[in-house]
């Protein structure tokens, strides 16, 4: 059995090395720049999306491959079960598949809206629920869950995906206090503009062209990996991806009004097209 587990004190890092890392949507995007992170770190990944073709690309030796669904409670339990088989622990789960879906609150079709919070927000919390007994056991662990800057700032063309990503990171800080005396850390992920195929695997709908076609505030998803690496380390509460998100969302409060205006235009802009 894995012997070494994530330790912190005021004067160190947390340390991934020799660390049982959970990802899941590790095939692609951010979840596989996320394994290759680890990786190099030092960790022992066991990644989780659909596909176990694509999984194996990203798989080193020795890590675990599960090929399923993750909002299927049973398959849930096995990629748990499996991850405690073959390394005896889970010392951080990064919950990061997810999917959008563009498409106005009034008129979304409800059974699109429940896939997309079943993902986002409920197989996330069930792999929580499993995983939280495990590190409670090993009194230590990190919760990274993967939500969104449009789970800080509600974005129009992405009202009700916005809607299970602020529930996402409510459910994070939740977390944050109820386990604080079990050492477990928990840590929320707000992703901005990443390069990945995200908006071409929506359950429906599109962006506006204005919000396709930006470029300015682009990154890849390496250096979202990175961030989500870094902030392990130094245990923070939340890793804003970029770190400018954090001016978007300070103006988003201090002037709502104005943003939302802005927001508006943007989002009506798609129906002249």
């Not at 340390?15 to 680890?38: E, K, W």
């Not at 996402?168 to 386990?179: D, F, I, P």
């Not at 990154?219 to 245990?235: F, Q």
């Amino acid at each position: 059995m894995l012997t070494l587990w994530l330790r912190s004190d005021a004067r160190t890092n947390m340390r991934i090395d020799g660390s049982v890392v959970l990802i899941t949507g590790a095939s692609a995007g951010i979840g596989a720049a996320c394994v290759a992170s680890f990786q190099r770190r030092g960790a022992k990944v066991a990644l989780v999306a659909r596909t176990a073709a694509n999984l194996e690309k990203r798989a080193a030796p020795g890590d675990l491959v599960l090929a399923g669904d993750v909002t299927d409670d049973a398959f849930r339990e096995h990629v748990v079960n499996q991850t405690i088989a073959r390394f005896g622990r889970i010392d951080i789960l990064l919950n990061n598949a997810g999917i959008g879906l563009y498409a106005p609150s009034w008129s979304a079709p409800l059974d699109d809206v429940r896939r997309m919070v079943e993902l986002n927000l409920f197989a996330a919390l069930g792999l929580i629920q499993l995983v939280v007994p495990h590190m409670k056991r090993q009194r230590g662990g990190m919760i990274v869950n993967v939500g969104s800057i449009a789970g800080k700032v509600t974005l129009p063309w992405l009202s009700l995906y916005c809607a299970s990503k602020y529930a996402l990171g409510s459910v994070t800080n939740g977390l944050r206090m109820e386990l604080m005396p079990e050492n477990i850390r928990a840590m929320l992920v707000c992703p901005g503009y990443v390069s990945t195929a995200f908006q071409d695997n929506v359950l429906s709908g599109r962006p506006p062209q204005k919000i396709r076609d930006a470029r300015t505030f682009l990154i890849s998803p390496e250096r979202c990996a990175e961030d989500i690496a870094r902030g392990v380390e130094k245990e923070k509460r939340t890793v804003m991806s970029p770190p400018s998100g954090w001016w978007f969302v300070l103006v988003s409060r201090l002037l709502p009004a104005l943003v939302d205006a802005q927001l508006a235009k943007i989002y009506h802009s798609l129906e002249q097209h």
